[in-house]
């Protein structure tokens, strides 16, 4: 069954401490693997899409890159306005979610 | 443009009753998607169309729920004699195609609390 696992389930980092996400799946072949942001009482908020291995995007202090098994997310420098919970999913038509990383910075 | 709007932003009903919950994609969007995020728990796929194909309703817990779409836009999403369980937030999304690799754009959903 395919399956999309995130880590860790929440995050608290001071302003400015960099960190990275996590998202692991064990699907069958490789397709779109997304990252979303969601905001309390939103809707998720479309990041980047990676549809190979070894490709990278970038937006802000936001990268995403991604291998043949997981995908990162990685924040540099992170501001207040970062906290959210960041989804990724794996896409076979819908998508498949995983549970989501709770991010919480700190001035 | 305008994004994916989704309405009531809030509806809270008793047990037993039904509830129509409503979905405007994107404008020229022929995928449109539902989604349940329950207290906790991660989204889980309801059902999706794609233009005048049969929509695939694998993800429908139940046959207390159904969805239509009428005129390959506006979608509603129907809960007959809800329950506890059903209360959660339901979010839509639309995609210019339906496919792998086409990106989602979601609503803001709708909250839907069963007393």
């Known amino acids: 069954e395919d399956q999309v696992t995130q880590s860790p389930e929440a995050l608290r980092l001071q302003e400015g401490e960099s960190s990275s996400l996590n998202c692991s799946y064990t699907?069958?072949?490789?397709?779109?693997l997304f990252w979303y942001r969601q905001d309390p009482g939103k809707g998720p908020e479309f990041l980047f899409t990676?549809?190979?291995a070894g490709e990278e995007k970038e937006k802000e202090r936001l990268k995403a890159t991604l291998t043949k098994k997981e995908s990162f997310l990685h924040i540099t420098a992170p501001k207040p306005e970062d906290s959210a919970t960041y989804l990724c999913a794996y896409n076979t038509d819908k998508l498949i979610f995983g549970t989501g990383t709770r991010l919480q910075v700190f001035p | 443009g305008a994004g994916v709007s989704q309405s009531p932003s809030n509806k809270v009903t008793e047990k037993g009753k039904d509830v129509e919950l409503r979905c405007d994609p994107i404008?020229?969007?022929?995928?449109l998607y539902w989604y349940r995020q329950s207290l906790g728990q991660g989204l889980e796929f309801l059902i999706y169309f794609q233009g005048n194909s049969a929509p695939d309703k694998s993800g429908l817990p139940s046959d207390r729920f159904s969805a239509e779409r009428t005129g390959g836009s506006v979608s509603t999403l129907t809960i007959q004699r809800t329950q506890q369980e059903d209360s959660a937030v339901y979010l839509c999304?639309?995609?210019?195609?339906?496919?792998?690799?086409?990106?989602?754009?979601f609503g803001p959903g709708t909250r839907l609390l069963v007393l």
């Open positions: 404008s020229g969007h022929t995928a």
């Open positions: 699907v069958s072949g490789l397709r779109g």
């Open positions: 990676l549809y190979s």
């Open positions: 999304a639309s995609s210019a195609l339906a496919g792998e690799w086409e990106t989602q754009y």
